[in-house]
């Protein structure tokens, strides 16, 4: 039986402002509508779809929690002071930043074009730096530590044929934390990655068209079925959690059902 939504709101992320990337749709919507039933403040950036991102807004106050949407591509580093600051005026502080937002146009390497790498990379890492960067600075300031997780995935930990210009962004995400973990420690910030496996979103809705394919993915998972985004929900509040994870800092959390070990 779920909790309901009264219940929940006063739950583990009471009084904690919680700030996502790329929420709009898919892994980041489920995390800032799951911290907000977990009772946190949240604000979301997205790239695009301002209807979407509206509707998960409008989600979130449906059950009595607060929200707000703010537009902006996170390849340019002054849309992360004004993804923070927006974070800061609609609530006064910033507890937990995590980094969603990502790309992975699925190309071979023969044939990359420049621009499809470089966008890549600029999105997927540069993006990391620049608003782990602003959530810091803003934590640093506010002088009571903090959460910062980022999205990282399978793919900083294994390849694949298609995502040449996409896993070494996921496995610079992945260090990116673990230096920031170095870095922040004193602070009291703590940060930390997780891991999706295989999460049926808009990402690679045209990749597991292809039937073979996604049975394959499929049978790959020991647990049966391939990802939900709601999957990431759960382990992104326990790492936000200070009561639950306050001594978890530089780690990384596959979230996969199984995929990563599953050899043979
Ligand atoms: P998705 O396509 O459903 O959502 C992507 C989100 O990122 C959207 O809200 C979009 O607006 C936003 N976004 C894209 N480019 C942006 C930009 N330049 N600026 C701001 N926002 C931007 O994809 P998803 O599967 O939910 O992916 C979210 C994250 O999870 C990505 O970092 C991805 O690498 C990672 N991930 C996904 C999977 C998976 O299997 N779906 C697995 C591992 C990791
Ligand atoms: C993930 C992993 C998934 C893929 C997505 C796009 O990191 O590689 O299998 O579907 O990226």
């Known amino acids: ?31 800032a509508v799951g911290a907000a039933r977990q009772g946190a403040k949240v604000g979301i950036n997205y790239g695009g779809d301002s209807a979407a991102a509206e509707k998960v807004v409008a989600e979130i106050k449906g059950f009595g929690g607060e929200a707000f949407a703010q537009k ?67 934590m640093v300031k506010q002088g009571h530590g903090g959460s910062i997780i980022a999205v990282s995935s399978i793919s900083a930990l294994v390849g694949g044929e298609y995502q040449t210009h996409y896993t070494p962004t996921k496995a610079g995400v992945l260090s990116l934390m673990q230096s920031t973990a170095i870095a922040l420690g004193k602070h009291g910030i703590r940060a930390n990655a997780v891991l999706p496996g295989t999460i049926l979103t808009d990402i690679n809705k045209d990749d597991l068209a292809d039937v073979e394919k996604r049975t394959y993915m499929e049978k790959r998972v020991p647990l049966g079925r391939l990802g939900a985004p709601e999957d990431l929900a759960g382990p992104v509040i326990f790492l936000a959690s200070d009561e639950l994870a306050g001594y978890v800092t530089g780690a990384s959390l596959l979230v996969d059902g199984g995929m990563f070990v599953n050899l043979q």
């Open 72 to 138: 902006g591509d996170v390849s340019d580093p002054a849309v992360a002071q004004a993804f923070i600051a927006a974070g800061v005026e609609a609530f006064g502080k910033v507890d937990v930043f995590v980094n969603n937002a990502g790309i992975c146009p699925f190309h071979s390497l023969l044939e990359m074009p420049v621009e499809v790498v470089d966008r890549t990379i600029k999105v997927n890492l540069n993006g990391a730096y620049y608003m782990v960067q602003a959530a810091a600075q803003q």
């Open 1 to 31: 039986m779920g909790l309901r939504a009264e219940e929940s709101i006063k739950m583990l992320l009471k009084d904690k402002v919680l700030l996502v990337t790329g929420a709009s749709k898919g892994i980041g919507a489920a995390i």
